[in-house]
Nanobody
Framework: QVQLVESGGGLVQPGGSLRLSCAAS????????MGWYRQAPGKQRELVAT???????NYADSVKGRFTISRDNVKKIVYLPMNSLKPEDTAVYYC??????????????WGQGTQVTVSS
């Protein structure tokens, strides 16, 4: 099996910063696209940012210029430093990864989520 474990969430004031991390472990041969999604209360889960194994990135318009996704392919960790946080960034943030396992099966895995609350 594969596990994705997020960390780094918390409570921060508007304009503040947080850095999310997500570590993948388990039966992993190769990881393709990794990404961050978020879900606010009463809303659908939405894409925040994704990054391919070669480093190509994609961002939601609402976070461009404030969030930067990166990854360490050796450590199997994806990061999301978040700056200039706004109250509307408040949500549960989920890590996502497309994983090829040792048995050659390809599946998408999700982390358990980490709460980010932006409030004064």
């Amino acid at each position: 099996q594969v596990q994705l474990v997020e960390s780094g969430g918390g409570l921060v004031q508007p304009g503040g910063s947080l850095r999310l991390s997500c570590a993948a472990s388990g039966s992993i041969s190769r990881i393709g696209v990794m990404g961050w999604y978020r879900q606010a209360p009463g809303k659908q889960r939405e894409l925040v940012a994704t990054i391919t194994a070669s480093g190509n990135t994609n961002y939601a318009d609402s976070v461009k210029g404030r969030f930067t996704i990166s990854r360490d392919n050796v450590k199997k960790i994806v990061y999301l430093p978040m700056n200039s946080l706004k109250p509307e960034d408040t949500a549960v943030y989920y890590c996502n990864a497309a994983v090829e396992q040792w048995d050659k099966s390809l599946r998408t895995f999700w982390g358990q989520g980490t709460q980010v609350t932006v409030s004064s």
